[in-house]
């Protein structure tokens, strides 16, 4: 991909994320945004051939993008699994902070049975990359523990953060550490997955 194109893509995105919270994710909100750019007509299909489709996963894309960047230049960096895991979530809400309409609108096209299998994908790199930034390296059962429970810990937050106006999202901050306490306190879940969270016990 050359430089204009990737310029074209951002453009584009930022264009689109701007309309959803009108037109949703539909064809419509791309050949607006494709006017607002002053593209000619069809560039916005050469860019996304699959749509709606490409330009989720080209967001979803340059979020995991920047949440890499944004994780690893924090000062001081975050010490403990459970800190990890509570940086990487909040600075991924943070990211969207600006685009609480276009990530609602998400939600609402990815909620149909018949996309489902891409919903749980995009859900699957967003937590395996909050484990992977934490430095987990597990290849057993823990692997999948670890995702599973991080998942249910994420969803959760992201509806929580949807409706919090509180300055910098801090209740959102603090929701989500009830959250991973929470899930660390049920008996039979701990027993089972003792290992994979044990990094994660307050202190």
Excluded at 5 to 25: H, M, P, R, S, T
Excluded at 32 to 50: H, I, R, S, V
Excluded at 170 to 175: I, K, L, P, Y
Excluded at 186 to 191: G, L, S
Aim: with cysteine; charged share 20%; hydrophobic share 40%.
């Amino acid at each position: 991909m050359n430089h204009t194109v990737l310029e074209q893509k951002n453009a584009l995105l930022a264009a689109i994320l701007a309309n959803v919270a009108f037109d949703g994710f539909s064809l419509p909100a791309i050949t607006l945004a494709e006017q607002q750019c002053g593209f000619e007509k069809g560039t916005a299909f050469c860019l996304f051939p699959e749509d709606i489709p490409d330009v989720l996963q080209y967001w979803h894309d340059c979020l995991h993008k920047d949440l890499e960047e944004a994780y690893i230049t924090q000062t001081p960096p975050p010490a403990k699994i459970r800190q990890k895991i509570h940086s990487s979530v909040m600075l991924r809400l943070h990211l969207l902070a600006d685009f609480k309409p276009a990530v609602r609108a998400a939600m609402g096209y990815y909620v149909l049975p018949t996309r489902a299998l891409d919903t749980s994908n995009y859900l699957y790199q967003i937590v395996d990359q909050c484990w992977r930034l934490a430095g987990d390296t597990s290849t057993d059962y823990n692997f999948y523990s670890k995702r599973f429970l991080l998942a249910g810990v994420y969803l959760s937050t992201l509806l929580y953060w949807l409706q919090d106006e509180s300055e910098n999202h801090q209740e959102t901050a603090d929701f989500l550490t009830r959250r991973i306490e929470n899930v660390l306190a049920i008996p039979k879940i701990t027993a089972f997955f003792k290992k994979p969270f044990a990094g994660l016990r307050p202190s």
